[in-house]
């Protein structure tokens, strides 16, 4: 699963976004394969999530909708055409299912985190080397500093794999 809090904004002022590579092991565990916080443009979060979707084999990927609603369908449209037509994804290649969630159908940030907390306390989540210290860092902050973007989408992919997306996906 691959999922995204994106910002809808890539100003100085504006909010990180997020990026999250997760896997579902045959040990019924979730894998984190890879993480991204980042200032970007929507169109070049949403085409990093396609082409980590291509790379990891992953058949959705999935953006929390709250700021800018069904505007992101369009937007995760465009930036798949671009991977096209820029040859950076072949043609032909099965374009990723695109799904929306929006937070607050299932509480607060605190809720949902603590949710994921769990779920690393029943040691069901395992970070895989690379870039698990961003991901590392970002959970550490979580609730204290933002961005909290990066823990949004890694709610989301968890969510998505360990309880086949509960959270009305």
Not at 40 to 47: D, V
Request: aromatic share 10%.
């Amino acid at each position: 699963a691959v999922w995204c809090d994106p910002a809808v904004t890539s100003t100085d002022q504006s909010d990180c976004n997020g990026v999250q590579v997760d896997g579902l092991g045959v040990d019924g565990r979730v894998y984190r394969f890879f993480s991204w916080e980042q200032r970007a443009t929507p169109q070049q979060t949403i085409a990093l999530a396609y082409l980590k979707a291509i790379e990891y084999g992953a058949l959705t990927i999935g953006v929390e909708t709250d700021q800018g609603g069904d505007t992101w369908y369009s937007v995760a449209t465009l930036a798949w055409q671009n991977l096209v037509a820029q040859g950076r994804v072949p043609k032909g290649t099965r374009q990723p299912r695109f799904m929306g969630a929006r937070a607050g159908s299932v509480g607060s940030k605190a809720e949902r985190g603590n949710k994921m907390l769990s779920a690393y306390e029943r040691d069901t989540v395992r970070h895989v080397r690379g870039t698990h210290t961003v991901l590392t860092k970002a959970l550490n902050r979580f609730l204290i500093k933002k961005p909290y973007d990066l823990t949004d989408a890694a709610y989301w992919a968890w969510d998505d794999l360990a309880n086949g997306g509960s959270a009305g996906v």
